[in-house]
T-cell receptor
Framework: KAGVTQTPRYLIKTRGQQVTLSCSPI?????VSWYQQTPGQGLQFLFE???????NKGNFPGRFSGRQFSNSRSEMNVSTLELGDSALYLC????????????FGPGTRLTVT | SQQGEEDPQALSIQEGENATMNCSYK?????LQWYRQNSGRGLVHLIL?????REKHSGRLRVTLDTSKKSSSLLITASRAADTASYFC????????????FGQGTTLQVKP
């Protein structure tokens, strides 16, 4: 099976712009989670989707949003970008909601200037 | 806030030596997982240990879990230069969600 794919892999945006990141899970996986990784804060949970429903949300401002489609693909959106949003955004998929391994994609490196 | 605390933050050893990393956490968990990350790339799952398990092996990896002390350790035996990476523990709490809470990670350098 193909692994988790994320597009784009690299992105440079300007403060105030918005960005949409995409994640395609492993075929058959219905759970998709998003994480932000920065040198200062480490890996932090953003949100989790299962069967098109957001099941859990991390402690991030409302500028961060996401959704999941019927084919389990997921997108996350960040509006009004700030310099501090520069990070590696990782998507992970799992066949079930809890209790299992999460398979991570290669990440999208977002740089906000 | 991060639930997991890992130590050491950095570890440098020679090829062939063993590497031990420790992880502590704060709340009751469903399972604890260890991941590896090479140079800012995606995370690779190494091993998952459930809260009712005490020890698990996978190849050169040995993980222990002590729920009374809320701690875990990852042992890599006979290390190789290719093991150079950052290692993270992640806990999944006792709830119907797959949310993982990561530690800050241990950076391992294995010198040839």
């Amino acid at each position: 099976k193909a692994g988790v794919t994320q597009t784009p892999r690299y992105l440079i945006k300007t403060r105030g712009q918005q960005v949409t990141l995409s994640c395609s899970p492993i075929s058959g996986h219905r759970s998709v989670s998003w994480y932000q990784q920065t040198p200062g804060q480490g890996l932090q949970f953003l949100f989790e989707y299962f069967s098109e429903t957001q099941r859990n949300k991390g402690n991030f401002p409302g500028r961060f949003s996401g959704r999941q489609f019927s084919n389990s693909r997921s997108e996350m959106n960040v509006s009004t970008l700030e310099l501090g949003d520069s990070a590696l955004y990782l998507c992970a998929s799992s066949p079930r909601l809890a209790g299992g391994v999460q398979y991570f994609g290669p990440g999208t490196r977002l740089t906000v200037t | 806030s991060q639930q997991g605390e890992e130590d050491p933050q950095a570890l440098s050893i020679q090829e062939g030596e063993n590497a031990t990393m420790n992880c502590s956490y704060k709340t009751s968990i469903n399972n604890l997982q260890w991941y590896r990350q090479n140079s800012g790339r995606g995370l690779v799952h190494l091993i998952l240990i459930r809260s009712n398990e005490r020890e698990k092996h996978s190849g050169r990896l040995r993980v222990t879990l002590d729920t009374s002390k809320k701690s875990s350790s990852l042992l890599i035996t006979a290390s190789r230069a290719a093991d150079t990476a950052s290692y993270f523990c992640a806990t999944e709490r006792k709830s119907n969600t797959g949310k993982l809470i990561f530690g800050q990670g241990t950076t391992l350098q294995v010198k040839p």
